[in-house]
């Protein structure tokens, strides 16, 4: 079946712009994570969110990062005003369950390259 | 806050030897920890997820252990093969409340199998 998806794959912009990146978790799964990946570092956590409820945005950088899942499927994570260290991989993963004691392993998509130029 | 560390960041051999990525981290309150893999263009895939109260689990030619007390886990990988070149990452669940679910990924092993 189809794995998660994220789009666009490559994204090039200029300072001061906006951008929104996809994801599309795989069909029926409850939990979606959104990580940053510098170059050479692992994932890092930014937020996730169970459903459509955001549970945890303590990985947020600050406040011109937000994460959206209106309808508990697809999500959003857009940065406004993006600043050159923005630039990193942004990766989605998604999980089939919810909830502390959850065994759900995390499933990643290929991520987003951003280059903020 | 919980640290994750591997060792070596980077590691060759040849083709046909057996091989252990090492992976620590400070805080043992943990609920499981998994095994990634990483290519380049390509997502991350699970290879292996211990539960805090086991002590390894096994797929093929890999096998995972898991130390908590010590704070260490093992990735052995028998037979290396070229495919098996990539970044291996793990990564650490903490026990918590209900909605902490994050991972915490350490800086992975960039392993390369010379044919």
């Known amino acids: 079946g189809a794995g998660v998806s994220q789009s666009p794959r490559y994204k090039v912009t200029k300072r001061g712009q906006d951008v929104a990146l996809r994801c599309d978790p795989i069909s029926g799964h409850v939990s979606l994570y ?12 930014l937020t996730y969110f169970n459903y ?14 937000s994460a959206e899942r209106p309808e508990g499927s697809i999500s959003t994570l857009t940065i406004q005003r993006t600043e050159q ?9 998604s999980s089939p369950l919810a909830g502390a004691g959850a065994l759900g392993t995390q499933y990643f998509g290929p991520g987003t390259r951003l280059l903020v130029l | 806050k919980q640290e994750v560390t591997q060792i070596p960041a980077a590691l060759s051999v040849p083709e046909g ?10 805080d043992s309150a943990i609920y499981n920890l998994q095994w990634f893999r990483q290519d380049p263009g390509k997502g991350l895939t699970s290879l292996l997820l211990i539960q ?23 990735l052995y990988i028998a037979a290396s093969q070229p495919g098996d070149s990539a970044t291996y990452l793990c990564a650490v669940r903490l026990i ?20």
């Open chain 1, 34 to 45: 959104w990580y940053r990946q510098a170059l050479g570092q692992g994932p890092e956590f």
């Open chain 1, 52 to 65: 459509e409820a955001q549970q945890d945005k303590s990985g947020l950088p600050n406040d011109r990062f």
């Open chain 1, 85 to 93: 260290r923005d630039s990193a991989m942004y990766r989605c993963a």
């Open chain 2, 17 to 26: 030897e057996n091989l252990v990525l090492n992976c620590s981290f400070t």
């Open chain 2, 52 to 74: 805090s109260s086991q002590r390894e689990q096994t797929s093929g030619r890999l096998n995972a252990s898991l130390d908590k007390s010590s704070g260490r886990s093992t």
């Open chain 2, 96 to 115: 918590s409340n209900f909605g902490n679910e994050k991972l915490t990924f350490g800086t992975g092993t960039r392993l390369t199998i010379i044919p």
